[in-house]
């Protein structure tokens, strides 16, 4: 029982977190009664730790990627898939959101950097230390003492180490078990 209210405590801090967000980013007289609706959640897939929301990937073209496919994570949400190479020859396929939930690690490196004029470091869960993705912060603002991406920053995440909670749920088939009892 402990752990069901831990779970829901953090996710309710990170749904503040991610409201904080939204409105800190529109003055007070553009702000509208128009509420914001959360499309899913990206939740380590090792586990179960919420990464980051639907709503919070882009698109942003890196000129380093192998390949580049769309892939559709919910019925409203279409998002670039790009598959990037480091210098060890490891592939792996990332997306992009512009806020995740990642532990504090390493200092910023521009070595080897999938995106020219950024710096990165890696982003782990901090739940269970899962490698998630990196971290990347324009080369100018990257100093000592930014933990994390600026608003100008963003975050790569690796998209087989993620899933949708969305697509979690579908295989619980929670809502099925609720209507039969």
Known sequence: ?????????????????IVLLFVRGYPAEENTEEETVIEDFFICRTCGNDV???????????????????????ETRSVLIQEVQNPLGIRFHIFLVKQASCAKVHPWTIKSTWFPGYAWKVCVCPKCHTLLGWMFEPVESATAEQSFPSEAGFYAIIFQNIITEGFVNSLLMKEKALRDN
């Open 1 to 17: 029982m402990k752990c069901n209210q831990k779970h829901k405590l953090m996710r309710i801090s990170f749904i503040f977190l």
């Open 52 to 74: 980051s929301v639907a709503n919070l990937a882009f698109d942003k073209y890196t000129p380093l990627a192998l390949s580049v496919t769309n892939h559709s994570f919910t």
